[in-house]
């Protein structure tokens, strides 16, 4: 009786982790039938380059949730990814405008990622706030500090080799495409094929047996926000090139996606966790759907109301899942 009260609870939490994978396919095939040129080729190649800035993020993201657990309330969670970038995306805007370096701009950026990343680290590891607080009120005060610094005005790119991030193609593809896919690649290895990774994962998946196996769980969580905070600078430059200059706001709309993402991408992972390529596959699906919905002439604001019920149902499910486990 026993073992088939678990099997019964197993097939639940399986049925309703690929919930929101199938509303999401429901969706996409909705769109696709509603706007005839949107599986083509052309397409594909919108969708993967404004999917960019998401997927940079949601590299980071995923290594904080690895470290600190996939539990969407206590377990580990960034929000500050998308303020860094825009803070990072603001510091290069007006010091290049100011005619300064563009090497010194982005190590400029660079220096400030990382206090913002030892910041949420101090906070998680040393003070023992909840990740979920401590990022959130770090998403607000950093937004404020790239308000005072750009005096939240648009601001125009005019530095050519992050434009190139853009246009510029490089052995047939995109060079913007080209560079995260690298990157990419570099963060799959690293989280999931080094040790480095794997003790991070441990730490995420039980904090007590890590610890007892003598890995310094705090250590490696205070690490994974200085990954998140460097993809937080990485992501800045791509913001930037995408927009072509720094606009107010940016980070509202990517961290609405970059959640987003992270959660779906859990639903192709086969024990329903967050990895790196579950969480770039959903960054590539979410920007399916954005620029899908804009297709079919949804209106912005209604967009922006289903993202948010999306990422409710996502999250939501993600927590019967765990719970059915």
């Given at each position: 009786m026993q073992a088939s009260a678990r099997n019964?609870?197993?097939?639940?939490?399986?049925?309703?982790?690929l919930l929101p994978l199938i509303i999401f396919l429901a969706l996409l095939l909705y769109v696709g039938l509603n706007a005839p040129n949107f599986m083509t080729i052309v397409n594909l190649k919108l969708v993967l380059a404004q999917s960019l800035t998401v997927v940079l993020s949601v590299i980071g993201l995923s290594a904080v949730v690895m470290a600190g657990g996939d539990d969407v309330v206590s377990g580990g969670i960034d929000m500050s990814i998308p303020a860094t970038a825009v803070l990072c995306a603001g510091i290069v805007a007006v010091m290049t405008g100011a005619g300064q370096p563009a090497i010194l701009a982005a190590l400029a950026a660079l220096v400030a990622a990382m206090l913002v990343g030892v910041v949420n680290a101090v906070l998680v590891t040393r003070l023992r706030m909840a990740p979920l607080l401590?990022?959130?009120?770090?998403?607000?005060?950093?937004?404020?500090?790239?308000?005072?610094?750009?005096?939240?005005?648009?601001?125009?790119?005019?530095?050519?080799?992050?434009?190139a991030l853009r246009g510029d193609i490089a052995f047939g593809i995109p060079l913007g495409i080209l560079i995260v896919a690298i990157l990419s690649l570099l963060a799959w290895f690293f989280l999931h094929r080094s040790k480095w990774g794997l003790n991070l994962q441990a730490a995420g998946g039980s904090r007590d047996a890590a610890e007892i196996s003598g890995i310094r769980v705090d250590r490696l969580v205070a690490q994974s926000y200085l990954v998140a905070a460097f993809m937080g600078f990485v992501t800045g430059f791509f913001t930037l090139a995408r927009a072509n200059g720094y606009s107010p706001g940016a980070q509202d709309n990517l961290l609405l996606e970059m959640v987003l993402a992270?959660?779906?991408?859990?639903?192709?992972?086969?024990?329903?966790?967050?990895?790196?390529?579950?969480?770039?596959?959903?960054?590539?699906?979410?920007?399916?759907?954005?620029?899908?919905?804009?297709t079919i002439g949804v209106n912005v604001f209604w967009t922006d109301l289903i993202k948010g019920a999306l990422i409710v149902i996502v999250v939501a499910l993600s927590a019967i899942s765990q719970w059915a486990q």
């Open positions: 019964q609870k197993h097939r639940l939490a399986t049925i309703v982790g401590a990022t959130l009120a770090m998403f607000v005060a950093v937004v404020g500090i790239t308000n005072v610094i750009t005096e939240r005005k648009r601001l125009n790119l005019n530095v050519e080799s992050i434009a992270t959660f779906l991408g859990a639903a192709f992972s086969p024990r329903r966790i967050v990895t790196v390529w579950g969480a770039i596959l959903g960054a590539v699906l979410v920007a399916a759907i954005s620029i899908g919905l804009k």
